[in-house]
């Protein structure tokens, strides 16, 4: 009898053990109740730092990702500005590896591609400046330094290509007036649109930009390729310059 309550003892005591470190953790489950919480309501569901708190939860195995979202979000002031923040500055926030930053940048440049996946090539045309727009907002998502595009179209707006011209710093970018031509010559383009982001601005052009656009109008129509707009992207938002009457007669 004796040997055998101190067994029925022995058998108790990893469950009072159990029960004691439960209560000394009472986040125990958290994770998995978030991400049960994102299948049943859905991401609109969450706050700001909630949503960001269970992406963290994929590069951040062992700390309070709901403490790190916060100190991300004050850090940079708004959620979009935290995935808009450069690799380097992301970095800077304490508890922030670099694999963290990786995984923070990845979403807006995957939203990008998986926004432009869902447009057929063989059937996409930008006829109006809302549809380049919403174009090319998707095509700068996640970018911190400024990128010089063209996209080359035939007479009927379609798009044939688009190019990378060149990249540059978080506040300029050198326009590789080579790589335009050649865009122009190798797809065949009669029509173009051309389109820079601003990280660090606003959706409108500096005087630099008007004078660059001018000069590029120019070379373009002695090459017989008409250049219908010229888009500036901060963001969410765009600038059509063609659509400015302060700059229509660039286009003319």
Request: with cysteine; aromatic share 8%; glycine share 6%.
């Amino acid at each position: 009898m004796q040997g055998r309550r101190i067994g029925a003892c022995q058998a108790r005591q990893p469950q009072n053990q159990i029960t004691v470190a439960a209560e000394k953790q009472p986040h125990t489950g958290h994770r998995a109740r978030v991400r049960a919480r994102f299948l049943r309501e859905g991401l609109d569901a969450f706050e700001d730092h909630n949503a960001l708190e269970l992406l963290l939860f994929y590069a951040v195995p062992q700390r309070d990702t709901n403490e790190l979202a916060h100190k991300l979000i004050n850090a940079f002031g708004s959620l979009s500005a935290v995935f808009d923040a450069p690799v380097q500055s992301l970095m800077q926030v304490g508890g922030i590896s670099e694999n963290t930053a990786v995984l923070i940048k990845l979403i807006p440049a995957m939203y990008g591609k998986y926004a432009r996946s869902k447009q057929n090539p063989d059937t996409l045309f930008l006829k109006s400046a809302e549809a380049a727009g919403a174009y090319f907002t998707s095509l700068f998502a996640g970018k911190s330094t400024e990128h010089f595009y063209a996209v080359c179209m035939n007479h009927k707006c379609k798009v044939l290509k688009t190019v990378l011209i060149s990249d540059g710093t978080a506040s300029e970018t050198p326009i590789n007036t080579r790589k335009l031509l050649e865009a122009a010559v190798h797809t065949g383009a009669s029509d173009m649109l051309l389109a820079h982001n601003h990280p660090e601005g606003v959706a409108a052009p500096s005087v630099a930009d008007v004078e660059e656009t001018a000069k590029l109008f120019h070379m373009l129509k002695n090459m017989q390729v008409q250049l219908n707009d010229h888009f500036i992207v901060a963001g969410d938002e765009w600038f059509s310059m063609a659509s400015a009457p302060k700059f229509q007669f660039i286009f003319k």
